[in-house]
């Protein structure tokens, strides 16, 4: 029977910081395996028009970005596999990684899995998600609604701060929310509230999203939770701002997660976990930035911690 092999590195995840890390190992002569979900490129592919990715002066579209990393991670000699990963067993060296297909042994592992937006549900919300008027990224697309309505969907921090991002361009942010008062901390609801451009829009929830017909979003139908009245409001721009779910899953134990789900780095450390030779990186374990050139540095750091723990411990 041949002895399986054993690869150096195993990246988890094809988003920015999954590709860059790919990049990195690739030209450290790592030989790396990339393996990809049902996914591949990640969050960024349903965004159309990156516009704040250094380098791009006119913009890049998303799919586009994420295709030019894999074309260059190839170039330098990485492999795809698409796969999903089932279970691990960190307790052995080399480390397994469990799929439905086989069991794959490593070295090193790095973790770019990425997060999933929370979604509402409601119809007209898929079909109308990136690039036709739902988004999830004040960051990312706020740009787009310039002298437009907008509205947004949540009551915590993240909603409160995607409205105040959104009054640099928009005529008017709705603030949509299930209660009376937001639950975001006390000086961010100050903020979001006395600002003259976001109206909230108290104790209603999303029925649907209007535009579908169209093929772009013409306005958000609310219901009101104390009587049952439904309005629309006429926007241009829904963003959800209920939440992120990290895809840590399979991991977690014997990866530590914070109560949100998401890697909790090694202190010192934006990518160590406290398993030696497993790195994480990106959106699964950051809740902070959520950014494409964020996720990318990630991956960067995680790959040339890879490349030294191999180092240590090849020898």
Request: net charge neutral; with cysteine.
């Amino acid at each position: 029977m041949s002895t399986p092999t054993v690869e150096n590195v195993v990246i988890i995840g094809t988003g920015c910081a999954g590709l860059t890390a790919a990049i990195y190992s690739a030209r450290a002569s790592l030989n790396p395996l990339v393996l990809e979900g049902p996914l591949p490129g990640g969050q960024l592919t349903t965004t159309s028009e990156v516009e704040n990715f250094p380098g791009f002066a006119h913009g890049v579209d998303g799919f586009q970005l994420t295709q030019n990393m894999r074309e260059q991670a190839t170039r330098f000699g990485t492999r795809f596999e698409q796969t999903l990963v089932q279970s691990v067993d960190f307790s052995t060296m080399p480390r397994k990684l469990v799929t439905a297909e086989r069991t794959i042994l490593a070295k090193t592992v790095i973790i770019a899995t990425g997060a999933s937006p929370r979604l509402t549900g409601i119809p007209g919300e898929k079909e109308l998600y990136g690039g036709k008027g739902v988004t999830t990224c004040a960051t990312c697309d706020g740009a787009f609604y310039r002298k437009m309505d907008v509205v947004v969907i949540g009551g915590g921090d993240s909603a409160a701060e995607e409205a105040l991002f959104l009054t640099r361009f928009a005529s008017k942010v709705y603030l949509v929310h299930r209660r009376d008062t937001l639950r975001a901390s006390k000086i961010m609801a100050d903020r979001a509230t006395s600002h003259e451009k976001i109206q909230c829009v108290w104790d209603s929830v999303p029925v649907a999203v209007e535009g579908v017909a169209e093929g772009a979003v013409s306005g958000l139908k609310i219901k009101n939770v104390k009587t049952g009245a439904e309005s629309v409001l006429p926007v241009k721009g829904v963003f959800v701002a209920i939440g992120h779910i990290p895809n840590t899953g399979p991991f977690a134990p014997p990866l530590a997660v914070d109560e949100g789900g998401y890697f909790v780095p090694e202190a010192g450390s934006q990518v160590r976990t406290n398993v030696p030779g497993i790195y994480v990186a990106g959106d699964c374990s950051d809740h902070v930035y959520r950014q494409a050139i964020t996720a990318a540095g990630m991956g960067c750091q995680a790959a040339i911690e890879a490349e030294r723990w191999l180092a240590e411990h090849n020898g």
